[in-house]
C-alpha cells in the first residue's frame, strides 16, 4: 500500500516551460487536493477534485489547471511556468466523510527560472 | 469558514506535555476541528479530530471547550520527533465540498 505518490519530487523549468506534476493514490479515495508551501505562507489550496471527472478550484487556482480523469490520479498542470510559482507541491486525498482524515504525499519541488 | 487561530511558536521541555491552543470561535456547529502536523520538508500527518467531545488516541488528545470557541492540542511527553508546526483546522462542511484550509500553524519546538 503505497498510500500518495507524487511525481516528480524536484523539477526546475524555465520561464514559459509547461508540465505536468502526477499524484497517484491506491486507497480508492474520492477526494483529491493540491496544495503549494511558500515559507511563512502554511499550505494554500490550489484545486480539488471530489470525484472522477469532476475539478474545483481552491484559494490560489490562477495559473494552473488540474484533471481527474481516473479516479487514483490527479494531475496538475502549469501551462506557462512563472518564478511565482515556485515552490513546494503538496497532494492529498480522502474519503468522502466529513470525519476522515487526509493522506499527503512527500512534496514536488518546483523551481522556476 | 471558520477561521483558527494559533501562536506562530512555542517551546517545550522533552518529556513534558505540550498544550498547543487554537482559537476558532466563528465554528458552526456542524464543523470539526481537526489537527495536522508538518515535520520539516515531510508531507503534513493527520493527528486527530473532534466534533465537541474530548478525543484521544495513540498520538494525542484533543480538548474542546464546551461553547467550542477554542480546543488545545496535548502532546503527553513531547519527544525532539515531535518538533514541527502543527496545524489546527476547523473542517468546511455543506455541499459537495470537503476542502481543508490549512493556516500557518504553531511551530513547536521541543528541547533537550
Known amino acids: 500500500n503505497a498510500g500518495v505518490t507524487q511525481t516528480p519530487k524536484f523539477r526546475v523549468l524555465k520561464t514559459g516551460q509547461s508540465m505536468t506534476l502526477l499524484c497517484a493514490q491506491d486507497?480508492?479515495?474520492?477526494?483529491m487536493y493540491w496544495y503549494r508551501q511558500d515559507p511563512g505562507m502554511g499550505l494554500r489550496l490550489i484545486h480539488y477534485?471530489?470525484?472522477?471527472?469532476?475539478?474545483a478550484k481552491g484559494e490560489v487556482p490562477d495559473g494552473y489547471n488540474v484533471s481527474r480523469l481516473k479516479k487514483q490520479n490527479f494531475l496538475l498542470g502549469l501551462e506557462s511556468a512563472a518564478p511565482s510559482q515556485t515552490s513546494v507541491y503538496f497532494c492529498?486525498?480522502?474519503?468522502?466523510?466529513?470525519?476522515?482524515?487526509?493522506?499527503f504525499g512527500q512534496g514536488t519541488r518546483l523551481t522556476v527560472v | 469558514d471558520a477561521k483558527t487561530t494559533q501562536p506562530p511558536s512555542m517551546d517545550c521541555a522533552e518529556g513534558r506535555a505540550a498544550n498547543l491552543p487554537c482559537n476558532h470561535s466563528t465554528i458552526s456547529g456542524n464543523e470539526y476541528v481537526y489537527w495536522y502536523r508538518q515535520i520539516h520538508s515531510q508531507g503534513p500527518q493527520y493527528i486527530i479530530h473532534g466534533l465537541k467531545n474530548n478525543e484521544t488516541n495513540e498520538m494525542a488528545s484533543l480538548i474542546i471547550t464546551e461553547d467550542r470557541k477554542s480546543s488545545t492540542l496535548i502532546l503527553p511527553h513531547a519527544t525532539l520527533r515531535d518538533t514541527a508546526v502543527y496545524y489546527c483546522?476547523?473542517?468546511?462542511?455543506?455541499?459537495?465540498?470537503?476542502?481543508?484550509?490549512f493556516g500557518t500553524g504553531t511551530l513547536l519546538a521541543v528541547q533537550p
Open positions: 483546522i476547523v473542517r468546511v462542511a455543506g455541499g459537495a465540498t470537503n476542502k481543508l484550509i
Open positions: 477534485s471530489v470525484g472522477e471527472g469532476t475539478t
Open positions: 492529498a486525498s480522502s474519503y468522502d466523510r466529513v470525519f476522515t482524515e487526509a493522506f
Open positions: 486507497m480508492n479515495h474520492e477526494y
